[in-house]
């Protein structure tokens, strides 16, 4: 797969979600992702998109301020 910015090679890794919802700031560390080696550009398969989608969800009703969740466990 290559980067859809600038054609760069992407690598799989893992890199931290942050997510602002306004009146609370949601991160999610290692979460398995592409990240291009060119422009740096992170990018997530449709599966990891959707399961953070639904963790953010899940989470938003419950987090004040901030919160620090780790991929592995947060996601089922
Ligand atoms: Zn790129």
């Given amino acids: ?7 760069g090679s992407l690598e799989d890794r893992q890199t931290n979600f942050i997510v602002d919802l306004g009146e609370c700031i949601m991160i999610i560390k290692n979460v ?16 990891v998109a959707k ?12 987090v004040r ?8 466990k947060i996601v089922a």
């Fill in 1 to 7: 797969m290559r980067c859809l910015y600038c054609k």
């Fill in 51 to 62: 399961k953070l989608e639904a963790v953010v969800d899940r989470m938003r009703s419950m």
């Fill in 65 to 72: 301020d901030v919160a620090v969740f780790e991929y592995s």
């Fill in 32 to 47: 398995p992702s592409q990240v291009c080696s060119q422009c740096g550009e992170v990018s997530y398969s449709n599966e």
